[in-house]
Nanobody, 125 residues
Framework: QVQLVESGGGSVQAGGSLRVSCSAS????????MAWFRQRSGKEREAVAA????????YYADSVKGRFTITQANAKNTVYLQMDNLKPEDTAMYYC??????????????????WGQGTRVTVSS
């Protein structure tokens, strides 16, 4: 079992920055593939960014590319999402997700076994 705990959400004005963190505990060898998803009001949950913690490869949704950066701590049990130049449309609940292996696409919810409770990000115009 892997437990994921997000932190760092909050409120910011458009153009500002926030960093959210995801700390993994438990059987962290099962969290090789980690990702951030978000769910905006009235929308389905969508993948934002992902990282393959073994090799460090990163992946981004087109909507956040160039503005968001996913990184991992040296211990590899904490993943960060640095969000710069935030827009009101980035307002959402942000969830951390983890899996041992991607079979298909990093964007697919079914790829992830473990999920955090979420942290809210609000961007005002």
């Amino acid at each position: 079992q892997v437990q994921l705990v997000e932190s760092g959400g909050g409120s910011v004005q458009a153009g500002g920055s926030l960093r959210v963190s995801c700390s993994a505990s438990g059987a962290t060898y099962s969290s090789t593939c980690m990702a951030w998803f978000r769910q905006r009001s009235g929308k389905e949950r969508e993948a934002v960014a992902a990282i393959y913690t073994t090799g460090g490869s990163t992946y981004y949704a087109d909507s956040v590319k160039g503005r968001f950066t996913i990184t991992q701590a040296n211990a590899k049990n904490t993943v960060y999402l640095q969000m710069d130049n935030l827009k009101p449309e980035d307002t959402a609940m942000y969830y951390c997700a983890a899996s041992h292996l991607w079979v298909g696409s990093w964007r697919a919810e079914y790829e992830y076994i473990y999920w955090g409770q979420g942290t809210r990000v609000t961007v005002s115009s």
